[in-house]
Nanobody
Framework: QVQLVEAGGGLVQAGGSLGLSCAAS????????MGWYRQAPGKQRESVAL???????DYADSVKGRLTISRDNRKKTVYLQVNSLKAEDTAVYYC??????????????WGKGTLIPVSS
């Protein structure tokens, strides 16, 4: 079994910054891409930042310049630094990992999500 555990959410004021982390554990041979997604109230889940195993990154246009994704392959952990937070960034943030398990199966795993409410 594989688990992703997010940490770092919580109430933050507009203009502030926040760091999230997501650690993967379990029957993992390797992890390909990892990413952060968010779901705002009443909206669909959207991708905000992706990072490959080699470190290439991609960001949603709406967050470029304010978010930084990084990862530590040895720790099987992905990070998200969010700066200059806006009220519209209020959402539940989820991490996802494309995992190749030790049985050679490839499965996408999701964390349970962490809420970031941004107060204006």
């Amino acid at each position: 079994q594989v688990q992703l555990v997010e940490a770092g959410g919580g109430l933050v004021q507009a203009g502030g910054s926040l760091g999230l982390s997501c650690a993967a554990s379990g029957s993992i041979a390797s992890i390909n891409a990892m990413g952060w997604y968010r779901q705002a109230p009443g909206k669909q889940r959207e991708s905000v930042a992706l990072i490959t195993s080699g470190g290439s990154t991609d960001y949603a246009d709406s967050v470029k310049g304010r978010l930084t994704i990084s990862r530590d392959n040895r720790k099987k952990t992905v990070y998200l630094q969010v700066n200059s937070l806006k009220a519209e960034d209020t959402a539940v943030y989820y991490c996802k990992a494309e995992v190749r398990r030790r049985d050679y199966s490839r499965i996408d795993y999701w964390g349970k999500g962490t809420l970031i409410p941004v107060s204006s």
